[in-house]
């Protein structure tokens, strides 16, 4: 019987935060949000941090400027909904490897885990207590170099399994494998820091894959959870974190 209880959800939420589902200990709430293309941007701006307005005004493409003003801002609307706090006063703070951490003192949910990800078309945010967690996601598309990608940065086992499963299926598997591996690098709080292929993912299909192999710390295998997101057609991602018993509810953001 499987360990872990994944349930659907979908929740209106916007500037003004309808009342957030109610997170528990052993719960992960993972949110799946949309591009808002045309959306008005300064309620976001508003709520960013001057360093954060900094890191949006460096970027050279306006497209980009704009998809951080979304996403963070949004990610402020959660968390501050979660912490139950104004969402402006969200201090954060980073790891030696570059990790976001929620650091404000006092916080009514003061265990609060959360990790960040986007793609094109699609950013997922999880959250939980208590655990450490990493979420990855990637737009499935041709990629020219994709296999040169996985010789380079890929472990022996990965690659074998790779070219082992149907050429069909290889793209696919690329990904999945990759989104894996970034969860596991993001939940550990280790970033690149590691080499890629210095550990290893199973890469079927398969709900609950596993992490093989890890050569700085064989431990590591035992302290994990890997999860496959079922997210529709054209993206593949996973979930990583700490292996104990877990309910997964997925909520639509709805602007």
């Known amino acids: 019987m499987s360990d872990l209880h994944i349930t659907e959800h979908v929740a209106d939420i916007g500037s003004r935060l309808a009342p957030i589902p109610r997170l528990t200990e052993g719960e992960?709430?993972?949110?799946?949000?949309?591009?808002?293309?045309?959306?008005?941007?300064?309620?976001?701006?508003?709520?960013?941090?001057?360093?954060?307005?900094?890191?949006?005004?460096?970027?050279?493409?306006?497209?980009?400027?704009?998809?951080?003003i979304v996403d963070h801002g949004r990610?402020?609307?959660?968390?501050g909904a979660y912490a139950q706090s104004r969402p402006e006063d969200l201090v954060f703070t980073e790891n030696d490897f570059g990790k976001p951490v929620l650091t404000n003192p006092g916080l009514t949910n003061h265990s609060l885990h959360f990790n960040?990800?986007?793609?094109?078309?699609?950013?997922?945010?999880?959250?939980?207590l208590d655990s450490e967690v990493g979420i990855d996601v990637e737009a499935v598309r041709s990629m020219e170099d994709w296999q040169g990608i996985a010789q380079s940065h890929f472990s022996p086992k990965e690659n074998a399994a790779l070219h082992n499963t149907v050429e069909s299926d290889r793209l696919n598997v690329f990904f999945r494998c990759w989104t894996r591996k970034e969860a596991f690098l993001k939940a550990n709080g280790l970033g690149l820091s590691k080499p890629l292929d210095s550990f290893a993912v199973s890469v079927a299909t398969e709900e609950f894959p596993e992490l093989l192999s890890c050569e700085w710390d064989s431990r590591e295998?035992?302290?994990?959870?890997?999860?496959?997101?079922?997210?529709?057609?054209?993206?593949?991602?996973?979930?990583?974190?700490?292996?104990?018993?877990?309910?997964?509810?997925s909520f639509n953001w709805r602007a």
């Open 75 to 79: 990610l402020r609307l959660l968390l």
């Open 221 to 249: 295998i035992l302290r994990w959870r890997l999860v496959s997101l079922a997210l529709g057609p054209g993206f593949i991602g996973a979930l990583a974190i700490q292996r104990r018993e877990w309910k997964i509810s």
């Open 116 to 128: 960040l990800s986007h793609t094109r078309g699609l950013t997922l945010f999880a959250v939980c």
């Open 28 to 68: 992960v709430h993972i949110w799946s949000l949309r591009p808002e293309p045309s959306i008005e941007l300064s309620p976001y701006v508003k709520i960013l941090s001057s360093n954060e307005q900094d890191r949006a005004r460096r970027f050279r493409f306006p497209h980009l400027t704009r998809n951080f």
